[in-house]
Every structure is written in structure tokens, then in C-alpha cells.
């Protein structure tokens, strides 16, 4: 029983790989769709999910394309597929895929994110454990894109990093060709969503939300807090921040930590660590001016503007928490000035 949870959990890791494009420290993850595939996917070096399955592929039912497709692993792995544009109707009941299949549903999703921006109030469904953004490196403004390590056959034998991206070659292709192809194409533009979404759509969405992977980033958090039962939390930087007056435009590096605060506790996220720390008020708040700023010293200019502090004790503040939080947080903390 230990050994099929495991090998559950093992196959569950792969399909987010599979589906989000996020790196989970999975090999190269393959979804044939034709067990006729099977064999040339296996000399791909990967993991690979056949119908049927063998004792060297992973075995399914169903799938995880269109709305209402079903994916069964074993009697311990079910993945639901669902449409962007029903997300806010969905009752979840367990792992769900959540999948932008053509541009009502991008144009949702864009329209969604904005609110999150500007008004901090974002999709129940998609803050909820168990459920997963598909082709994030699509959706994302900076998130890279893990090109071969994902693959999708189709029946026809048709090759692609996602359902609804380029093709990239055929079963036969050689899989460096494949994936050579696929960096190459990605230094262009999206290959993961560009064959269901316009091209220029994207482009444009990302040009103008410079921001839009570290949404990807929040709800990720959101996610992961209403699992440990935290809830009616706000983000800094979507809907308002905790120091007022700070220019609406400032934008943190992707991978900045995410300060968040509710029920009478500011935590700071980590995301590059998935670590999770509580920090006193007055700290989160010149923490948040030192994510946003350019260095310390404009972090010091911001204090000395919002705070109120002398521009000596602002500079000594931050030093101080700069020291505390450098060991943990390598990402979005400045150094002080010489």
C-alpha cells in the first residue's frame, strides 16, 4: 500500500510537470496518447504515460486535453480537466487541472488577474489546494519554459510541449532535434499556447502585465496558506500595499519573497525555498520598500518619503534587516550601500 501511495505521489509530481510546465525536479515527462508511441517515447530518456501502460510505461485512462476529460492512474491517481472560462463555477473535489484552450479563455484569464492586481481579490477556485494552472510558462510574463522535458503526442503522432502549442516534430523525430527546436522557437515567442491563443494576444498581455508571473507566483502561495487552513489574506502589491502611497507601478522580481498579512500576522513568503517566515509589522512594511526598490538606497528614499524616518535611521533599519534575512531569502533583498 506504501509502495502504490508513493508510486502515486511520484506519478502525481510528473503530470503537474506535465501540465503546468513547471520544473519539479522531474526528468523529461512524455504523454502518449497511442500506445502504438509508446516504444519510441520510452527512447526519449523519460517518463512516460501510455494508455494501457507496461512495465516500463506509466499506465492511464482518460485524459487531460479537453473539458471534462478524466485522468486515472491506478486506483490512487484521478486528475480532472477543466476550462478556464467555467473556473469560477467549478466545486472541486480533488486534483483538477484548470486549462486555457483558446482566447474567451485567455481573455478570462487576463481579466481575472487584472482584478487581482488592482482590487486584491482573486478566483476562489484557483487559490484552492488541488488545482493547477495549465502552461504557465504561457501565462507568465517571465516563467520560463521547460521545453522537452514535457511532450505531448497526440494519436496522430504529432509532438508538442502542450496540447495547445506548435508542433514540434513527429514520434519519429529524434528528441534533441525536437528539443532544439523547441528553445529555439521559445527565444521567438510562446510555443506552449500559441496554436489555441494569438500570438500577438500574448505578447501584447505580457508586454503590458510585466507582473503576470508573479501573480502565478501569489496564487501558489494562496494555495499552499488555505492548505495549512490560513485564509482572508492580502498580497502586497495586488489590490494595495501595506506601505501606503507607494507608487502603483513599482513591480518585485518574480521570485521576490510575497509579503502577506490577515488575521493579526504578516508572513513572508519565500517561494524559491517554500519556506514561510512571520515577521513583526514594522518590519514588513520596510521589507515590502526593499523588495520594490531599485537598491538600498532608493529603499532608504522611500522610507525617509512613506515611514517618515530619518534617512540614517531608515538606512540603519534596513542593514538590520537586510542581515536578518539574507540567509534565507536570496532573491529581491538589496544589499546596503557602501
Known amino acids: 500500500m506504501t509502495d502504490d501511495r508513493s508510486r502515486a505521489r511520484e506519478a502525481f509530481t510528473a503530470v503537474v510537470q506535465l501540465v503546468s510546465g513547471n520544473a519539479t525536479g522531474t526528468g523529461r515527462v512524455v504523454l502518449v496518447e497511442s500506445a502504438g508511441h509508446e516504444d519510441r517515447a520510452l527512447g526519449w530518456d523519460a517518463l512516460v504515460f501510455s494508455p494501457g501502460g507496461s512495465e516500463a510505461a506509466v499506465g492511464y485512462e482518460g485524459g487531460l486535453v479537453e473539458p471534462g476529460d478524466e485522468f486515472l492512474v491506478g486506483d490512487d491517481l484521478f486528475v480532472h480537466t477543466q476550462d478556464y472560462l467555467a473556473t469560477p463555477f467549478l466545486a472541486v473535489a480533488g486534483p ?4 486555457v484552450g483558446g482566447q474567451q479563455d485567455y481573455e478570462a484569464f487576463l481579466q481575472d488577474a487584472d482584478l487581482a492586481r488592482d482590487k486584491g481579490v482573486f478566483v476562489e477556485q484557483l487559490t484552492t489546494p488541488g488545482v493547477f494552472l495549465a502552461d504557465q510558462c504561457a501565462l ?5 519554459c521547460t521545453g522537452a522535458r514535457r511532450l505531448h503526442v497526440d494519436a496522430s503522432g504529432d509532438v508538442r510541449t502542450a496540447p495547445g502549442g506548435e508542433v514540434l516534430g513527429s514520434i519519429e523525430s529524434d528528441v534533441d532535434s525536437i528539443a532544439l527546436r523547441a528553445a529555439v522557437l521559445s527565444t521567438i515567442g510562446d510555443v506552449c499556447l500559441n496554436a489555441v491563443v494569438s500570438a500577438d494576444a500574448i505578447d501584447q498581455a505580457r508586454t503590458a502585465r510585466p507582473w503576470l508571473s508573479r501573480y502565478l507566483r501569489v496564487l501558489a502561495v494562496l494555495r499552499g496558506l488555505r492548505a495549512e487552513g490560513r485564509t482572508g489574506l492580502k498580497v502586497s502589491g495586488f489590490g494595495g500595499r501595506f506601505v501606503e502611497g507607494l507608487p502603483a507601478d513599482l513591480v518585485e522580481h518574480v521570485d521576490a519573497p510575497i509579503l502577506v498579512h490577515g488575521n493579526g500576522e504578516q508572513l513572508l513568503c519565500d517561494t524559491t525555498q517554500d519556506r514561510v517566515f512571520q515577521v513583526g509589522a514594522d518590519a514588513a512594511r520596510l521589507i515590502e520598500l526593499l523588495l520594490v526598490a531599485d537598491d538600498t538606497d532608493h529603499a532608504v528614499e522611500l522610507a525617509t518619503v512613506h515611514l517618515g524616518l530619518a534617512a540614517d535611521v531608515a538606512r540603519d533599519a534596513a542593514g538590520q534587516v537586510i542581515d536578518s534575512l539574507q540567509s ?10 557602501s
Open 96 to 99: 483538477t487541472i484548470v486549462r
Open 140 to 144: 507568465g510574463s517571465t516563467h520560463p
Open 328 to 337: 534565507v531569502l536570496r532573491v529581491g533583498i538589496t544589499s546596503p550601500a
